[in-house]
């Protein structure tokens, strides 16, 4: 409790919010080096970077994975790294802020001394105080997307509370994941409202029809002035949005990594526009921007998104360093770079948690949050339930809050599995904790959350879930799509994560017994496509899944979910291996 | 939704695949052969009159590497040659069963030696541009295309 107090006075300090009181005199020689905000600044220009919000207005608990597994040849590398092998890694003390914020490890007992994460009251805080110390016109804050999507509040506005959100910070450029799933009318409505360039290199017109067939959709790259600088700014949203989200919602657009036009417009900055410092702006994914840095030549710095790790250090590899920021508004990366003669001859990245009881909340921010809570606040705070257990989202296979929503989904439908996505994003209730309509929001606030009953095959069953892996586990960071494995209930098997694409996995068995390849499986999915790939679809049974969901929880009171695993992994030992496969 | 599209793409992956010591789907073999079928092998012996072709950096190919939607691929062949010395670009896949997805033949009035379209890919696997020289040598390019469900996020 002794690290809140001396932490809380040193941001204190640091924020100059002590005036010449006695009080902060005599508490002076408590304020320490290793503080939040602390930094040596360097060069003139300082970018400011955050990702994968996921519309968290308000703190919150977010854990991070307990399991983290990738092909032989990825384990152990920044990406996939987790518990113990992040912290020897990054060189991080266990029980420290950092390690909470971190890691999954010790979770329950240190968010008790740390509290919540985020929130954008506690993010303003800390940016208007970059702001002040290097001067406005010094600084840029740039967002990696997956922004507007994620909670209650940006549900019911159609994204626009994260956008005035996003004002409020001050975003000045941003790129686009999840944004999309509201449609490209709403996705054009939402970027006149926001403040900020919305750019892609990689979103490309489609439509045949269309009078600017194959050009971009959005402005592909921004030119900023910065502390006497010129930053070029390329835009990389995820690409593969048309595949990993239904299509309808960009249909005419197409994506992808497109390289060949990236390098391209590398070079036109450089040689064309004579910029100083070419940043990519990306939503690829960090494994998948470590080999843009392979592949592509020029870029100074790479701020990723999309996998939710947070990076504590930079990486360089072939001269582009990468930065990523975490998600749920844990962190706000800052990054000073020393600009000379048109070039970068240094910087200095700090990973800034967000550390919401530790930092004071900016009073418009928290005016702000409430603006756009009250309307709703009756709905949102209705308990549920109580859960005797931790509710956590991410890992590889298995995390109890989808666990919760895969039985709620086979109680209600009366199917005999339910598929619940992998998506990485929603929160995180400790034991004990109420369950309240809010948190049900957060873990399910998409713009498609039917629940579809169908008929899907033994056969096909088998092999989605070997395509599904092969997305996963994927050796190559191009050809996955950077989630996790999709949660199966009534449904348990074994994994080879090393073996050939199509043989992975093994002892399938359907609620508890082996799966028969011909017959036919009834089958609850949401958030996926697979309802495309089934048959005899109950029409009359199609609900939302946040319904489907609030409702078994009212109907059960206390939640109490197994920690235990439906799958099995075969060549890997534990949950966060290090290089090598050392547990 | 191209319901289709999304069919056959995934029709095509299990082929290969088998869950423990269950044969999940039925092999290849024992499906009746299409008339049109041609092996990405004949095809690349025909297109090259049974010479082969070299990889080389002159042929530039440009695939997605994640296909949006397995029906409609874009492909796009540019040939760092002088367009004299090209007689003809040919876009084959590795594993349709019809390899022969294109052939475009040149004359120097086509200005440069570039093809753009669009193919369709019944699974995961390589698309290969070859261009046949002048001389009769051909050289080639190939990448992996992955024809997938999708569906994380």
Known sequence: ?583 | MKRRSFLKGLGAIPVVMSVGSLSLMAKDSKKPKSKNAISFKKALEVVTNGKGAKESDKVKLIVPEIAENGAVVPVKVNVDEPIENVKSIHILTTKNSNARSADVFLSPRNGKAYFATRIKLGGTQEVVAVAVLKSGRAIMAKKPVKVTIGGCG
């Open chain 1, 1 to 583: 409790m002794q690290i809140d107090r001396r932490d809380f006075l040193h941001i204190a300090a640091a924020l100059g919010l002590f005036g010449v009181g006695a009080r902060a005199s005599k508490r002076a020689d408590d304020i320490k080096a290793d503080d939040i905000l602390d930094f040596n600044p360097v060069g003139k220009v300082t970018l400011l970077h955050i990702c994968d919000m996921h519309a968290h207005l308000k703190p919150l608990y977010w854990r991070e994975p307990s399991t983290l597994i990738s092909a032989k040849n990825l384990v152990g590398t920044p990406g996939f790294l987790c518990g113990k092998a992040f912290l020897d890694f990054y060189g991080i003390k266990p029980g420290s802020l950092e390690a909470y914020f971190d890691t999954y490890l010790n979770f329950e007992e240190l968010a008790k001394k740390f509290g919540k994460m985020g929130g954008v009251a506690h993010m303003k805080t800390i940016i208007d105080e970059i702001r002040r110390d290097r001067g406005r016109d010094n600084v840029l804050l740039l967002d990696s997307g997956d922004t507007w999507q994620g909670t209650a509040v940006a549900l019911k506005t159609k994204g626009e509370a994260i956008v005035d959100a996003q004002n409020f910070l001050g975003v000045d450029v941003m790129v686009g994941h999840w944004e999309f799933t509201y449609g490209k009318e709403r996705v054009m409505e939402l970027i006149d409202k926001l403040n900020a360039d919305f750019v892609s290199q990689n979103v490309v017109d489609n439509d045949p029809f269309s009078d600017n067939f194959e050009e971009t959709v959005f402005d592909p790259y921004t030119i900023k002035e910065v502390g006497g600088a010129k930053i070029g700014i390329i835009g990389q949203s995820f690409p593969f949005t048309s595949t990993a989200n239904p299509k309808r919602f960009t249909e005419g657009w197409s994506f992808g990594l497109r390289l060949d036009s990236l390098q391209g417009y590398v070079d036109e900055l450089r040689k064309e526009k004579k910029v100083d410092c070419v940043v990519l702006l990306s939503h690829d994914g960090f494994s998948v921007d470590q080999e843009v840095a392979r592949k592509v030549h020029g870029i100074d710095f790479i701020l990723s998104g999309h996998t939710h790790d947070p990076g504590p250090r930079p990486i360089t590899i072939n001269g582009t360093t990468i930065i990523i920021a975490g998600s749920h508004g844990k962190f706000i990366g800052r990054l000073d770079i020393d600009i000379q003669k048109g070039r970068v001859k240094d910087f200095a990245y700090k990973l800034i948690p967000v550390a919401s009881s530790l930092i004071p909340a900016d009073k418009k921010g928290l005016e702000l949050v409430d603006k756009w809570y009250r309307p709703y606040e009756k709905e949102l705070s209705q308990k549920l339930g109580t859960t005797k257990g931790t509710l956590y989202k991410r890992d590889t296979f298995y995390s109890t809050f989808d666990a919760l929503i895969g039985e709620a989904i086979r109680d209600t439908m009366d199917c005999e599995i339910a598929f619940t996505p992998g998506y990485r994003w929603g929160t995180t209730l400790l034991p004990g904790d109420d369950i309240v309509m809010d948190n049900i929001y957060e873990m399910t606030a998409i713009t498609y959350p039917e629940v579809y009953t169908f008929e899907l095959q033994g056969a096909k069953i088998a092999s989605l879930l070997e395509d599904i892996a092969d997305n996963v586990f994927n050796a190559n960071p191009l050809y996955q799509q950077g989630g996790d494995m999709s949660r199966l209930t009534g449904v348990s098997y074994d994994i080879k994560i090393n073996a050939p694409t199509g043989k992975r996995i093994s002892n399938l068995k359907i609620n508890g017994k082996e799966i028969e390849p011909n017959r036919n499986y009834v089958v609850s999915a949401w958030g996926g496509n697979l309802q495309n790939a089934g048959k005899n679809l109950r029409e009359s049974k199609i609900k939302p899944v946040y319904e489907v969901v609030s409702s078994y929880v009212k109907r059960k009171g206390t939640i109490d979910i197994s920690n235990r695993s439906n799958v099995n992994v075969l060549d890997v030992a534990c949950g966060c291996p290090k290089k090598g496969g050392v547990c």
